[in-house]
């Protein structure tokens, strides 16, 4: 028996030195992402190795990043594609996956077939395109939410959570006179919440860092999310319009903490968010997996 719980233990310590070593090494690229940031520019590009703290604290590139128009614009484009689509991404989903959760649906098992075919085998990227163009959403931020109104993948999760709510439920409201609306969106939904709150997640995000078919279906710089607006500034390595009258070394270093400042820019928000859906992110994901 003590040679059991020693074995126990030394078992969970070296489980907990390897849980230790994997959360430095996935938190270290943003403590050094973060550090780098708010370090004076000069004093960051003369450090080499691991950087354990900011050098010569400097708020410059956060200034130099938040007066950007580009910035700013992609925020608020960004923010309308999160909240409208989210918005259609659940409505649709959610009446989806009712429908194929009812078990005297006529061809049911045909329907979702074909529904998940979709998700294994596509069109392809230029169909895509020239559907998108030819129903005239082609530089719209439209087109980076109703030709990916319904995700194949949280369908068949949100259906196999509404197959887990009991069916007494359903019959005792169509004895009450519930019509299908009713029933789902005053006893599904509300008995659903912990995977509807999954699913806002995992759309808000893919809209968050959603960046490929923004630069190809929008073609007005007035219309760049804010991860388009990112990529570009870490391609160019270089952001002109924020160092002008800055010389050419001077101009590279702010150039560097500026690529810096705008990630942490365009990730604190997503940090923050977690931790509200946080609570429900793992058993909303249990319960769309235990049931099929």
Request: charged share 10%.
């Given at each position: 028996m003590n040679k059991m719980n020693r074995s126990e233990k030394i078992f969970d310590v070296v489980i907990m030195i390897i849980m230790l070593g994997l959360v430095i090494v996935t938190l270290y690229p943003l403590v050094y992402v973060g550090f780098a940031s708010i370090s004076d520019a000069s004093s960051f590009m003369a450090h080499k190795g691991l950087l354990l703290k900011p050098y010569g604290m400097n708020l410059e590139a956060y200034k130099r990043v938040l007066s950007n128009h580009?910035?700013?614009?992609?925020?608020?484009?960004?923010?309308?594609?999160?909240?409208?689509?989210?918005?259609?991404?659940?409505?649709?989903?959610?009446?989806?996956?009712?429908?194929?959760?009812?078990?005297?649906?006529?061809?049911?098992?045909?329907?979702?077939?074909?529904?998940?075919?979709?998700?294994?085998?596509?069109?392809?990227?230029?169909?895509?395109?020239?559907?998108?163009?030819?129903?005239?959403?082609?530089?719209?931020?439209?087109?980076?939410?109703?030709?990916?109104?319904?995700?194949?993948?949280n369908l068949i999760i949100m259906r196999t959570s509404f197959m887990a709510i009991p069916d007494s439920l359903e019959e005792s409201a169509k004895i009450d006179g519930a019509n299908h609306y009713v029933i789902l969106f005053r006893i599904i939904i509300p008995l659903s919440m912990p995977v509807i709150a999954v699913m806002i997640m995992f759309y808000?995000?893919?809209?968050?860092?959603?960046?490929?078919?923004?630069?190809?279906?929008?073609?007005?710089?007035?219309?760049?999310?804010?991860?388009?607006?990112?990529?570009?500034?870490?391609?160019a390595n270089s952001t002109e319009s924020m160092t002008s009258g800055a010389g050419a070394d001077q101009g590279f270093q702010i150039a560097e903490t500026i690529?810096?400042?705008?990630?942490?820019?365009?990730?604190?928000?997503?940090?923050?968010?977690?931790?509200?859906?946080?609570?429900?992110?793992?058993?909303?994901?249990?319960?769309?997996?235990?049931?099929?």
């Open positions: 580009s910035i700013l614009t992609g925020y608020s484009n960004t923010f309308i594609i999160i909240v409208v689509g989210v918005f259609i991404n659940l409505l649709l989903t959610s009446l989806g996956a009712y429908v194929l959760s009812r078990k005297n649906v006529l061809w049911n098992r045909v329907f979702i077939f074909i529904i998940l075919f979709t998700m294994f085998f596509q069109g392809g990227l230029i169909p895509l395109y020239l559907v998108v163009k030819g129903v005239g959403l082609y530089n719209s931020l439209l087109s980076l939410v109703l030709p990916f109104a319904v995700s194949t993948f808000a995000v893919e809209k968050w860092n959603g960046w490929f078919y923004a630069s190809i279906f929008l073609k007005d710089r007035d219309l760049f999310p804010l991860q388009l607006i990112l990529r570009e500034i870490l391609l690529k810096y400042a705008t990630i942490m820019v365009a990730t604190l928000p997503i940090l923050f968010f977690y931790p509200i859906v946080s609570k429900y992110f793992v058993k909303g994901v249990m319960v769309g997996a235990l049931k099929g």
